[in-house]
């Protein structure tokens, strides 16, 4: 009664939460592209695979400078004399931009047909790509304050994720290839798993933490963010494709695609839902 | 703070030599005038909506037996402060004599990093257009006024406090009016848990105001009316 609190706006809004999906489904395809190299089920994705990446790089590349209030100013964060190395960002903007110059080089050998330059670059985009995921899951982790981004299984988590929405995209690519199929199946399956088992011991420690985890818990498990995390993130996006993906449906290629697009709504909101529902307690302090 | 007890090199508390300015808000002085939040808002030409310092309220008790707990709110110039690591391009840094939290605007590129590496909501946004300055979508914050403490004044706030709530001075000095503060009276900092090391002390401040509450669930009236005035301004 009588209160008055002062409004604060959240530092993040949506629109990084795309940046997470976009980035975490061009780190996974990269990874099958590479992994094509030595898996030769999963040949037919090789090239589709590192185009898409690519191009949804560029996607999150733009996506990053627009949510910036000084856009043009992204290339101070190229300037080695303000590169500031205790910053995740920092660590982040040279991994982007490493990434994209291998990538390039490595679609420049496949349109080429060089095989000995193609894998090797394979290999060092598919680290590089690793690295994505890592970077975006530790800039949030290195905000101690905040619940649930200060856990440290948040970038094991978005590595998860990254391999989840990766393989639902590449199973897309691999429509009618059953050997290709069979294999995206299983890194569909374990990857969605992995992801389920990191989001319940990230919920059971933000239950059992202070104040502001319990209250980030209630945030995240509760009205419409509690649809977004629990009804699409949980329950239709990680527990469901787990399901089909057991039964003999799931062995089918509409029980993948159906899986895969489940999978894909369901990073979507556990990415959104991890990104803005921990920031709701800070603006009401 | 003795030398053991400093566990960055950014620290700069009971450093010989070095100035380290803090501030002392005795929360029994203050009345709830919000002169400091006017005064600091003339200084600077604070945009609506956003504040570098703010007082929220809070009424605890039960009629008739009822008062008003307030607790003025700043940025905290911590001696080890999250901004400054997570900044990507140094544009937030800290003044070595002084201890000062300063961000260089013409550097910023609006990431807001800082913004969520501050556990006590201190820095914000500058919309995209205002009147009387160029300084424009960049991130801001309380600077301790340092543009008038390195010319011999107090802050804006503490000059116009008229409870004498806030006290400034440098904590390094043993001599001066915060180190006695400090010294005499049980004084509490927000979110100590942090590790931040904040810089504004805080004498019979209410816990559940210096504390996430349970009620911090409810969503308040003024708080809609606190985020529409803000979106109005920053459509604008």
């Known amino acids: 009664m009588g209160d008055y609190v002062v409004f604060h706006d959240v530092s993040w809004h949506a629109s990084y939460a795309v940046y997470f999906f976009v980035v975490g489904i061009c780190a996974g395809l990269s990874f099958f592209s590479f992994l094509s190299w030595h898996k030769p089920s999963l040949r037919p994705v090789r090239e589709k695979s590192a185009y898409l990446s690519f191009a949804l790089l560029a996607v999150a590349g733009l996506l990053l400078i627009s949510d910036l209030s000084q856009p043009l100013r992204f290339l101070n964060v190229l300037n080695p004399a303000y590169l500031n190395f205790t910053s995740p960002l920092a660590w982040g903007s040279l991994n982007i931009v490493t990434f994209g110059l291998a990538s390039a080089a490595y679609l420049f050998m496949l349109r080429k047909g060089d095989e000995k330059w193609g894998r090797t670059l394979a290999w060092v985009t598919a680290l590089l790509a690793l690295g994505l995921p890592i970077y975006t899951g530790y800039d949030l982790t290195a905000h101690q304050s905040r619940p649930v981004w200060n856990t440290p299984v948040i970038p094991v988590l978005f590595v998860a994720l990254a391999v989840a929405s990766g393989s639902a995209v590449a199973s897309l690519l691999a429509m009618g290839n059953e050997a290709a199929r069979n294999m995206l199946r299983l890194y569909l399956l374990w990857s969605t798993a992995a992801v389920a088992v990191i989001l319940v011991s990230i919920l059971g420690t933000t239950n059992y933490g202070g104040s502001a985890e319990e209250l980030t818990f209630i945030v995240l498990t509760t009205r419409t963010m509690g649809a977004i995390f629990i009804g699409l993130g949980i329950v239709a996006g990680t527990a469901a494709p787990i399901a089909m993906l057991l039964a003999p449906f799931g062995r089918r290629q509409a029980g993948l695609m159906f899986a895969a697009l489940l999978v894909l709504v369901g990073s979507a909101a556990l990415r959104y839902a991890l990104l803005m529902g921990p920031q709701y307690v800070q603006t009401l302090y | ?236």
């Open chain 2, 1 to 236: 703070m003795s030398e053991e007890l400093r566990t960055s090199p950014i620290e700069t508390r009971g450093l010989a030599g070095k100035k380290r300015y803090a501030m002392v808000v005795d929360t029994r002085r203050c009345i709830g005038c919000m002169a400091c939040q006017v005064a600091c808002k003339a200084e600077y030409d604070t945009p609506l909506g956003v504040n570098r310092t703010w007082v929220p309220y809070k009424v605890v008790g039960t009629y008739p037996n009822v008062k008003k707990h307030f607790l003025p709110r700043l940025c905290n110039h911590c001696d080890d402060p999250p901004c400054v690591r997570a900044c990507p391009v140094e544009a937030t840094y800290k003044v070595e004599d002084g201890g000062f939290v300063l961000q260089r605007y013409e550097r910023c590129i609006g990431c807001r990093s800082c913004m969520a590496a501050c556990p006590y909501n201190a820095r914000f946004m500058l919309p995209a257009h205002r009147t009387y300055t160029a300084i424009t979508s960049v991130v801001d914050k309380c600077t301790f006024c340092f543009h008038r403490v390195t010319q011999g004044l107090v802050p804006a706030c503490v000059q116009t406090c008229i409870g004498r709530s806030r006290v400034f001075g440098d904590i390094n000095d043993p001599t001066s009016e915060v180190s006695y503060l400090v010294a005499t009276n049980a004084t509490q900092v927000l979110r100590p848990e942090q590790g931040t090391k904040p810089h504004v002390f805080y004498i019979a401040g209410d816990r559940s105001q210096m504390e996430f509450g349970r009620d911090a669930y409810q969503r308040r009236e003024v708080m809609d009316q606190e985020r529409r005035m803000f979106e109005r301004n920053f459509k604008a």
